[in-house]
């Protein structure tokens, strides 16, 4: 047999055991985690141990080590069990199922592919350098060496990992050693400020790993007119909405790019800045800057962060939107880093007719409009915009809005009445404030009860007509009035009128319970309880003795001046 293709029996099994084991890798598992260090990665699998079973940590080929479940038949099985964790919040966001190719030695677990797994090593492996293995004078040559370009990317990944915080100027100061020092204690290395040549690498791949994971690539959106990068892995092209093209998820994830284009100056960019402030990707918490060349919004809920940007660009006004699930900062600054340096513009202008065709009264160009959790009915009781309402969970609300955009506070309650007194935190001029009668209503007189029926979908409130049934409620109570009128849950709160258009009673939220009242019967809190409460609270309310009969455009027009949306927010 020719000398120089003879292999030995032993070779032979050797690369036949290492083959077997490679295809015993190449199995499909979910990839919970990574950790930069065996002793946090065992801790983690420790943990995870205690609610999920077949947990393993595998080395990787750098420094990082793999916090696994599995393995899985198929990846079909495997992106099934990761859908199931995900569902029952059980594992990150940012799990993925991974085939096994880059994991090494295994350190924890162990099943019946425990001995397969892992790869049986070379009779005489090469000699491989271990940090530590190299000294600082070697450690400090190796770091002579790097180019400008090495250095910049150092500071990059140090910056990303949460050690580096200021300029990336490829000078290796004070800041830089600071940084480097405490990466190296962080992970169980001698804190020399210096990094060796495998500790270099292994901060490097650990950047270079998230950002595989982003696939960050240039994107040049012609119809728009905007160059940028962005994270294809997780989002694609999917439609143009005018003045919106949308960059919706790709994965299970949930990230969400939006480029935005339209024509105009400085008025449209302040209206857009105000507009894009009602949309749901613009949630209320966070930094709001508007200048007369461009805006920012960063914005957060529990479920996300967004990042929005628009400039003036010639005769246009163009920008884009990151949107990202919450717990996932270091991708979502990595990708937002990146947009921002590379967004450029061109002169074409997204065309205003560029649409799906797809229509709702929910969305604006495709994006879904900010929505309060509650919207009830209130009514103007002092001239400077005190606002008399049904009681609710206002302490659940976030915040409390008149009208849509003016805040409020709660300033005196009573949850066994079912009132609440609200104080504007701008005064406000109304253009009618309620008048309470002072005479004693007549049964079976005309009322009418005006509210925003619909929670703020129509513009104005709407009036409601009946009869007044009784003064007192079903079970005698006399602090209340028993109504004949069809009224919907938005009205709660709202004014009920006599036909001289004096305000006799607020009506209450239907009661719920086991008994089902009829559909026109409704309740309201007397104007006397009414003023006794105003007063505990320090408003003196107006009053009306008598009036001649309001015809009921008159009628109409007074409801509108002083019955106001009350909405809360979360």
Known sequence: MNKGIRMTRTAAAVLAFLFMAT????????????????????????????????????????????????????????????AELRAQRLVPSDSFVADGRGFRERIFGESTQAAAVTPAKPAAPAPVL?????????????????????????????KFAGFYNSVID??????????????????????TGILTTLQRKDLIDGYNEVIASLNITPIVDEMAGIEIELPVALVGFDRYDAPFAHYEA?????????LISLEGGLATLTAFY?????????????????????????????????????????????????????????????ALDAMKASFRTTDAILPENASSGAQNIDLLSGLEIRRPVASQSGFYIEAD????????????????????????????????????????RQALAPLSVARLTSLEPRLQ???????????????????????????????GDDR?????????????????????????????????????????????????????????????????????LMPPEDLTTLATDLTVLVSCWN
């Open 23 to 82: 295809q015993a890798i190449a199995q499909s598992w979910v990839q919970i985690e990574a950790q930069p260090n065996a002793p946090r990665a065992l801790e983690r699998a420790q943990t995870l141990s205690r609610t999920l079973s077949d947990i393993s940590v595998f080395r990787t080929g750098t420094r990082w080590h793999a916090v696994v479940l599995g393995p899985f038949a198929s990846e079909a099985d495997a992106n099934r069990r990761l």
């Open 130 to 158: 271990k940090p530590g293995e190299e000294t600082a004078e070697d450690a400090r040559r190796a770091e002579r060496n790097l180019t400008r370009e090495d250095r910049a990317l150092l500071q990059t990944a140090l």
């Open 170 to 191: 490829a000078a290796f100061g004070p800041g830089t050693r600071r940084a480097m020092s405490a990466w190296q204690e962080a992970n169980g290395f001698e804190s």
């Open 250 to 258: 790709t994965t299970d994830f949930g990230a969400k790019v939006v």
């Open 274 to 334: 105000d507009l894009m402030q009602t949309l749901e990707i613009a949630p209320p918490d966070g930094e709001r800057n508007l200048g007369r060349e461009s805006f920012t919004i960063d914005a957060f809920n529990e479920r996300i962060r967004s990042h929005i940007f628009a400039r003036r660009a010639g005769d246009a006004v163009k920008g884009y939107a990151l949107v990202w699930p919450q717990g996932d900062d270091k991708r979502y600054r990595m």
């Open 385 to 424: 915009g005190t606002v008399l309402t049904a009681a609710a969970a206002f302490d659940q609300c976030s915040q409390i809005t008149l009208d849509g955009d003016v805040e409020a506070e709660l300033a005196a309650t009573d949850t066994a009445l079912g009132v609440a007194l609200l104080r504007p």
């Open 445 to 475: 007189s005309d009322i009418a009860v005006s509210g925003y029926s619909f929670g703020g979908v129509l513009t104005a409130p709407t009036l409601s007509f009946g009869k007044l049934s009784d003064v007192k409620g079903l079970d």
């Open 480 to 548: 209340l009035q028993r109504l004949s009128v069809v009224s919907e849950p938005g009205d709660a709160g709202g004014p009920v009128f006599d036909n001289a258009g004096a305000v006799l009673g607020m009506l209450l939220s239907r009661p719920t319970g086991a008994r089902q009242l009829p559909g026109d019967v409704a309740f309201a809190v007397d104007a006397n309880v009414l003023a006794q409460f105003l007063e505990t609270s320090g408003v003196t309310p107006r009053t009306q003795d008598s009036g001649d």
